[in-house]
């Protein structure tokens, strides 16, 4: 009489189908072959409800590492609305079943030195695992990418840095944000302002800039509303001095005082007239001088 009770009130509260709930393996299950279980039920909420309940486990294999392996646990939820979401979680095991860690969201297998580390992420916080599940990072991170081998793009307490495996500080983690825009180039914002960096800190571009831009072979700086440009390596070509830099189909065009000058991919000057304006005409590169007619610009 008081189990009836009882699922009457959750049928009346909640709309739950008590009768209607299938087995589901515990987050721990170390089965090494794929399962799959179905159940359906309503539970109502602002009249959207879930209609029906999928799960389903997978093992999963890492392409470098015979000693370890996942089991991936989805859940898919679908409802009365027609839509549908699908929850996946991990558990990394070794190759005698020993479970390493569960309940992961994320998972990434890193080798380094033959080493073998996991990048993990769990309940919205990123940690550094070594083989045996040990975890090695102290710190909390809500953000971890490898950008490049041995080296972890962060973020922790909302600031962006670099560490490497062994959670030794590369970048300092002080930058409001690090965007990877070359191969080991690295466009930071720092209290308002934007720089370039290395993945080894060196400094290219200083947090001074207004923006900055790839453009072609070269960085568009602007600076108290001016505009110059660097090479790919940092070095300043041109300061940040003019009204206006643009690109014009392979070519780049800068303008001081209503002049332009034209430029290649690489931001060099491919002559040294000044043009009161430029075009490209049939693929011909051609520039007007004052009141006169085009003329076809020629490289230095």
């Not at 990072?137 to 041995?150: A, D, H, I, W």
């Not at 070095?235 to 209503?258: M, R, S, V, W």
């Amino acid at each position: 009489m008081k189990k009836i009770t009882i699922a009457l009130m959750l049928f009346m509260l909640f709309g739950i189908n008590t009768s209607a709930f299938a087995y589901y393996c515990h987050p721990s299950c170390t089965h090494r072959h794929p399962h799959y279980y179905r159940s359906s039920y309503h539970y109502h909420h602002n009249s959207v409800y879930i209609v029906n309940r999928e799960y389903f486990e997978d093992t999963q294999y890492f392409p470098d590492c015979k000693d370890h392996s996942l089991i991936a646990q989805t859940t898919v939820y679908y409802y009365s609305d027609g839509s549908r979401r699908s929850y996946t979680y991990y558990s990394i095991l070794k190759e005698d079943g020993t479970i390493l860690d569960s309940g992961l969201s994320e998972v990434r297998h890193v080798i380094q030195n033959k080493k073998h580390y996991f990048l993990v992420r769990k309940n919205g916080k990123y940690k550094i695992l070594d083989s045996n599940g040990i975890q090695l990072s102290k710190r909390q991170y809500t953000k971890m990418s490898e950008v490049l081998p041995n080296i972890l793009l962060v973020r922790a307490d909302k600031k962006y840095g670099m560490i490497d495996i062994q959670e030794n500080v590369i970048v300092p983690i002080k930058y409001k944000s690090i965007e990877k825009i070359g191969t080991d180039i690295f466009l930071t914002k720092l209290n308002g302002y934007w720089g370039i960096i290395t993945s080894q800190n060196e400094v290219l571009v200083k947090n001074e800039y207004e923006k900055i831009k790839l453009l072609y072979d070269t960085f568009l700086l602007k600076k108290y509303g001016k505009y110059g440009l660097t090479d790919i390596n940092g070095n300043i070509l041109f300061e940040a001095k003019y009204d206006k830099i643009k690109k014009l189909g392979e070519y780049i065009l800068i303008k001081e005082n209503n002049e332009y000058q034209v430029l290649n991919s690489m931001g060099q000057l491919i002559s040294n007239q000044k043009y009161k304006k430029v075009r490209l005409e049939r693929n011909s590169l051609e520039g007007k001088i004052k009141a006169f007619s085009w003329e076809k610009i020629e490289s230095l």
